[in-house]
């Protein structure tokens, strides 16, 4: 069983950024953890939201756009019918100056009462 405590990064929270070259992976534990963690945070509530605004990158990078082509997760809604994830893609708008802007990339919805997940794309 996959704990939630310590120093340990888990980019499969919610609450942690996530940003990569691939499409995002959880094994079987981490998958658990993750809708065990969504349950925990949403509480009583009908739904909670997590954004993740692209201006975060600023935590890691003074330009973001050297991840141009890299999946952002920049929402997290977490609601008594499940979990949507929404990716975009880190996509430059110019050369000089080097803009990033973001492009819608996937959904990946979470039934509460489900195995796995569903990937949606606008295409």
Do not use: K
Request: glycine share 6%.
């Amino acid at each position: 069983m996959l704990e939630l405590h310590g120093s340990v990064h888990q980019p499969f929270l919610p609450e942690v950024l996530y940003l990569s070259p691939g499409i995002p992976t959880r094994n079987a534990a981490e998958l658990q953890a993750f809708v065990n963690h969504c349950q925990f945070i949403l509480g009583g509530r009908r739904t909670r939201t997590i954004n993740h605004s692209i201006t975060e990158l600023h935590e890691i990078t003074p330009a973001p756009a050297i991840f141009t082509g890299h999946l952002w997760r920049y929402r997290i809604l977490i609601n008594t019918d499940g979990i949507l994830e929404d990716y975009q893609i880190i996509a430059r708008t110019s050369d000089l100056p080097i803009v990033a802007a973001l492009q819608h990339a996937f959904t990946v919805y979470y039934d509460w009462n489900a195995q796995g997940y569903t990937v949606c794309t606008d295409e």
